[in-house]
């Protein structure tokens, strides 16, 4: 029963370059969340997929972030032309269906730092 | 534009007491609030939930108050113990959005 994972764990990158974070949901959850927490933030929601389609795209900051998920399990959080305002602790989650906060089990998260 | 606000970012508590998280928010139409705990290089793990038809929920030594007319929310550990050091989270919605506000985390140090 292996639980949500990211990777990578950190990432540190320069600004303009492009950033690709993975999640790997629990298997057979439907519902998949990607949230970041900046410095000084709360945890702030990104995106929401059920299966591969995204309902509520809402929370992505800018179009330099865009999101993926195929086969209705790993999901790719794509940021383009980074900035440093952009360093975030950025988490994955994921819940068997649609449902409340208290059914999303959270990965670790990836650390990204940009300079 | 924070919704949700911890403005303690930590607290320290001898081994016993008891530990009091704070949490206020600013949007009346939130009606549904919950506390997650962090430990270091972890996600974030559900504790504790209260709906706004309640005024207190309890699950063992956890226990969730909330005021709506002062907009707030505290969290009660009691009797703290040092395995509960981590970083508290309080979060608020809407009960039919997807969409999740959280505060900015209350580090909790409990002293052996």
């Known amino acids: 029963g292996a639980g949500v994972s990211q990777s990578p764990s950190n990432k540190v990158t320069e600004k303009g370059k492009d950033v690709e974070l993975r999640c790997d949901p629990i298997s057979g959850h439907t519902a998949l969340y990607w949230y970041r927490q900046s410095l000084g933030q709360g945890l702030e929601f990104l995106i929401y997929f059920q299966g591969n389609s995204a309902p509520d795209k809402s929370g992505l900051p800018s179009d330099r972030f865009s999101a993926e998920r195929t086969g209705g399990s790993v999901s790719t959080l794509t940021i383009q032309r980074t900035q440093q305002e952009d360093s975030a602790v950025y988490l994955c989650a994921s819940s068997k269906n649609r449902g409340g906060l208290e059914t999303q089990y959270f990965g670790p998260g990836t650390r990204l730092l940009v300079l | 534009d924070q919704q949700v606000k911890q403005n303690s970012p930590s607290l320290s508590v001898q081994e016993g007491r008891i530990s009091i998280l704070n949490c206020d928010y600013t949007n009346s139409m939130f009606d549904y609030f919950l506390w997650y705990k962090k430990y270091p290089a972890e996600g974030p793990t559900f504790l504790i939930s209260?709906?706004?038809?309640?005024d207190k929920n309890e699950d063992g030594r956890f226990t969730v108050f909330l005021n709506k007319s002062a907009k707030h929310l505290s969290l009660h550990i009691v009797p703290s113990q040092p395995g509960d050091s981590a970083v508290y989270f309080c979060a608020a919605s809407l009960i039919t959005g997807n969409q999740f506000y959280f505060g900015t985390g209350t580090s909790l140090t409990v002293i052996p």
């Open positions: 209260i709906s706004s038809i309640k």
